[in-house]
């Protein structure tokens, strides 16, 4: 694949700082709530339940919305769905810095996720065809990468400090502030780039696999604010049928917006399946961690944020990193060690007792986050090369979708093992319960470092996908 380099409307350093932006916005986003829950439930008296959809609510709107952004934006511009995924994102966080009820600011988190599916999707797309594929992409990914664990390190430590000052609706209109400078970024320093023989829009494919997924997320979700809902399984019931019915009628489109045949690319399947894993088993682990300390030990919000940092920043640090490993180390490696190291820093952390240290934390946090650093650069080059050249936008859909259903179903497990229902638990019942979930959250680290290793094979691209051109003023030809 070309990309004419010296008609870009800015130099490649501008452009991928824009892109990187995107993740880092998108994550302080979804972090908000980490450090401003109680005062949030408090003003607009929200319940146990109220609560755990305003901390999901975004993973559901991000997760049912990735794909079809993706697939949107390699067809029909990379950058224009980045942009509109950037005022969405903005808009959205306007409304719910100003939500007088828990109703309507859930509403607005579920629009949050809509508009950073976009931003993450086509910014990893452009990444993908901006940077050719080498030394110079591996850098590339490993920045946009570093951008995710630096949007979860810095999100709730800047909310709490934003609460602070102007109560817990100020980080939103913060969030909407930096999404309408996002938007403009986008549209000034990144170029527009789509395949040159753009596919009709999938309308039923993408009804199918948004509301699938947002019903399964949503069952989750209902299951963590309370056990045994009748609704939760209702939700996840629909959610299966529909993502069946996905399946079926993109088997028989001649355009599908998910090619069902790259699940025969051992890349593809690997890239899959280690995002799968990383959600399901650290990303889950570690989200917990805070409430952890809260509640079982004793650990103020502020302090129980900082001692994440040991594994959100470490990943930034790594995920930089990445890019000076010989150039003979491939991804499936990385994705490997990534995933085994995470297994080995979730079990570190098992055996854990109300009068632990926290410097008792720190080593199993620091080993998990310096591989989570080398998944998320290793899953960001993956997820661009185990697609055709024309779908990079779609390749990162599809993997952070992986990545966030994983996530949902681990942080669902971890709840239900370590929560109760009436909220009473001892801190030794809590710290029981996170000792199973350590165990089944690492075995699904471990078990996904397994399937990695044995999807052998090369990277397959597709000789015949059509080359993507960027005209001087950001256009695609027509």
């Known amino acids: 694949m070309e990309i004419m380099r010296d008609r870009l409307p800015c130099g490649t350093g501008a452009i991928l700082a824009v892109a990187a932006s995107g993740p880092l916005l998108v994550l302080i986003a979804f972090t908000v709530p980490l450090t401003t829950l109680t005062d949030t439930a408090i003003a607009l008296n929200a319940g146990p339940g109220a609560q755990a959809w305003i901390m999901s609510a975004i993973a559901v709107g991000a997760a049912s919305g990735l794909l079809g952004s993706g697939a949107i934006g390699d067809d029909y511009g990379r950058r224009r769905a980045f942009v509109v995924g950037a005022l969405v994102l903005a808009g959205a966080s306007g409304v719910a810095a100003m939500a007088p009820t828990a109703l309507l600011l859930v509403l607005a988190r579920v629009l949050q996720g809509l508009g950073g599916a976009a931003i993450l999707a086509c910014g990893l797309g452009l990444v993908g065809q901006i940077f050719p594929s080498g030394p110079a992409r591996v850098r590339a990914t490993g920045v946009w990468a570093a951008a995710i664990g630096a949007g979860v390190a810095i999100g709730p430590v ?14 939103y209109l913060a969030t909407a502030l930096g999404g309408g400078a996002l938007a403009l970024a986008g549209w000034t320093v990144l170029p527009e780039s789509r395949s040159p023989t753009p596919r009709r829009i999938d309308f039923i494919g993408t009804l199918l696999i948004g509301s699938g997924l947002a019903a399964l997320l949503s069952g989750l979700v209902e299951l963590r604010a ?32 998910l090619d069902l045949g790259l699940f025969q690319r051992p890349a593809f399947v690997g890239a899959t399946v280690a995002a799968l894993a990383a959600g399901t088993g650290v990303l889950s682990l570690a989200s917990f961690v805070p409430t952890l300390l809260e509640r079982a030990m004793g650990v103020d919000t502020a302090l ?3 001692v994440l940092m040991a594994w959100s920043a470490t990943s930034v640090l790594t995920a930089f990193g990445v890019r000076w490993l010989p150039t003979s180390t491939t991804p499936r490696s990385l994705l490997v060690i990534g995933l085994l190291g995470a297994g080995g820093g979730q079990l570190g952390l098992y055996g854990l007792a109300p009068d632990s240290s926290l410097w008792r934390l720190l080593p199993p946090l620091l080993l998990a986050g310096l591989a989570y650093g080398v998944l998320n650069a290793a899953l960001g080059r993956q997820a661009v090369e185990s697609v055709p050249a024309d779908r990079t936008a779609m390749g990162g859909g599809a993997n952070n979708t992986a990545r966030f259903l994983g996530s949902s179903i681990g942080l669902t497990i971890v709840t239900l093992l370590v929560t ?6 001892t801190p030794e019942r809590l710290l029981s319960g996170w000792n199973a979930a350590v165990l089944i959250t690492a075995s699904a680290s471990l078990s996904g470092a397994l399937v990695v290793l044995l999807a052998r094979g090369r990277t397959v691209r597709t000789a015949s996908a059509p080359e993507d051109t960027v005209d001087a003023t950001g256009d695609v030809p027509s």
């Open 158 to 171: 800047l909310s709490a400090l934003l609460a602070d000052v102007g109560g817990w609706r100020l980080p």
């Open 226 to 257: 309370g056990w045994g809902q009748s609704s939760a399984f209702v939700l996840l019931a629909t959610g299966l049928i529909l993502l069946v019915g996905f399946v079926a009628v993109e088997r028989r489109m001649s355009d599908p917006m």
């Open 304 to 306: 129980a944020a900082a």
């Open 420 to 425: 109760s229902p009436d909220g009473t638990a």
